[in-house]
């Protein structure tokens, strides 16, 4: 009897200290700035969940509407890990941008740049991402893991080359995020670790619909006329003359300009939105930490929201902060909650996950572990709208509080200090013509890097096709296509 009460408990103790070594082993690496550490023998290799926040604003995160918290739960998730307050994306539309999420490449390196433009009836021009830019999910299935996703937006389909290394890819369009979470809860009862899962929730994009027990929570209706009240609930055909107009297609538009109170109606629609994401997101994320509690989850947003700011709607068309900047938050076994200020790209995300599971680094990678970024790296982003008849062709670059975007069919530059200009209203360009030549001089860098880095990628002919009527109808409803 002694003796099996002696073996229960030097067996208890053993397993004890190798908990406590895992653990610390995790920790290690929150407190050591995240530089991979080696792998601890018989360690289980966390799962990872990347979730993308499609069209959310980085500042709905803090926001407050009608003195209430916009997203109250994913801010508190925020505050319990780790919090990126100053990333931003590598593209501001969602086809290009997720495709440098999932591949650590620049839009200039994976060349995903365009949708079709059925405007000017120019079909068939649908970028692909190209087999030959490793995805995180092929990344990770090489290493072991089983891959699996819940995708909403039509951008990011099979037939876009976004499936690619999904061991399971459930395409879901324009679905809400309770359909999301129960899709994804579903697959955590079915999947074995370790796994890769990606979740795409589309509720936060234009059309600005709140389920309907959402819809009255920050104040709507508001106290307009009648004709603006239409406007506001169709706001799909005010943001079209918007869009239209502001782009050259139409002269002159047809809607009248929105008063205040109307416009302020709209983004309480937006915000409806975002928490009904909220709740559906930490539905998942209870039963996943509950379930799954050795996993690293990444939360982001593909990029951004235009809501009038620098006359602009919708996003894509700029790289001014409301598109350019995105929340971002980091969860993982040991992972100490902090706040860190320094940039960081989108295309970090696959190197940070990467060096996190101390998994050797394609050397293809354009971004870097965020826990060992270097605080004076620049950042970038760029677009070049979301058709070729757009002809908008935007670099940016973000060095410490300067930024530069530069409009390549122009020329012309806009510099800000985001320090003393957060809102970007004063362009410094002609004042600090030091600051404006340095900047210049690291976007060429960067663009001959792109060149260099896209060398070995398939010429664009080979990456084009032609979406499906079905699928241009979903990319119709979100604004993509007219
Ligand atoms: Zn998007």
């Excluded at 979740?199 to 027990?213: N, Q, V």
């Excluded at 799954?292 to 700029?318: K, R, S």
Aim: charged share 20%.
């Amino acid at each position: 009897m002694y003796r099996q009460l002696l073996i229960v408990i030097v067996i208890t103790a053993i397993a004890t200290m190798l908990a406590m070594g895992a653990v610390e082993h995790w920790r290690r690496m929150g407190t050591s700035g995240g530089a991979p550490q080696p792998s601890a023998p018989g360690l289980a290799r966390p799962n990872v969940v990347l979730i993308v926040l499609d069209a959310l604003r980085a500042d709905r995160l803090d926001a407050m509407r009608n003195s209430e918290p916009v997203m109250p739960k994913l801010a508190r998730y925020a505050r319990e890990n780790v919090r990126f307050t100053n990333a931003v994306t590598a593209c501001t539309w969602t086809r290009p941008s997720v495709a440098s999420i999932l591949t650590s490449l620049y839009m200039d390196t994976h060349q995903v740049c365009y949708g079709a433009d059925l405007r000017h009836q120019i079909k068939g021009n649908d970028d692909i991402l190209s087999k030959d830019c490793e995805t995180l999910a092929t990344f990770l299935k090489k290493a072991g893991y089983l891959t699996t996703a819940v995708q909403t937006n039509a951008n990011c389909v099979q037939a876009l080359g976004f499936a690619e290394g999904f061991d399971q890819y459930e395409f879901k369009g324009n679905v809400t995020a309770d359909v999301v979470t129960d899709c994804a809860l579903q697959q955590l009862t079915r999947i074995a670790a370790p796994f890769f899962m990606y979740l795409h929730y589309i509720d936060p994009h234009i059309p600005y619909e709140p389920p309907e027990s959402y819809r009255n929570l920050f104040g709507f209706p508001p106290a307009i006329s009648p004709e603006e009240l239409a406007i506001v609930t169709n706001f799909l055909d005010y943001f079209w003359d918007h869009i239209d107009h502001i782009l050259g297609y139409k002269p002159h538009r047809t809607f009248p300009e929105l008063s205040q109170e109307a416009k302020e109606a709209v983004q309480t629609l937006y915000d409806g939105e975002s928490r009904f994401l909220d709740d559906e997101l930490a539905r998942f994320l209870a039963t996943l930490q509950r379930k799954q509690p050795n996993t690293i989850v990444v939360i982001l947003a593909d990029h951004g929201e235009h809501f009038w700011e620098h006359g602009c709607l919708g996003h894509g068309l700029t790289e001014y902060r409301e598109e350019m900047d995105v929340p971002l938050i980091l969860s993982g076994p040991g992972l100490i909650p902090k706040n860190i200020g320094a940039l960081a790209e989108t295309v970090d995300i696959v190197p940070t996950i990467a060096a996190l599971l101390h998994l050797k680094a394609n050397p293809r990678w354009q971004g870097i572990d965020l826990f060992t970024r270097p605080n004076d790296q620049p950042a970038f982003s760029a677009t070049r709208g979301c058709w070729p008849s757009t002809r908008i062709e935007l670099e940016a670059i973000l060095l410490g509080s300067l930024k530069l975007i530069l409009d390549k069919t122009t020329d012309q530059a806009e510099l800000y200090d985001l320090a003393t200009d957060p809102h970007e209203k004063h362009n410094l360009a002609a004042a600090r013509g030091t600051d404006l030549d340095k900047l210049k001089a690291l976007l060429a860098q960067h663009r001959q890097a792109n060149i260099k880095a896209r060398l070995a990628t398939p010429s664009p002919a080979d990456t084009k096709t032609q979406l499906d009527p079905a699928l241009l109808d979903q990319l119709k409803s979100l604004g993509y296509v007219k």
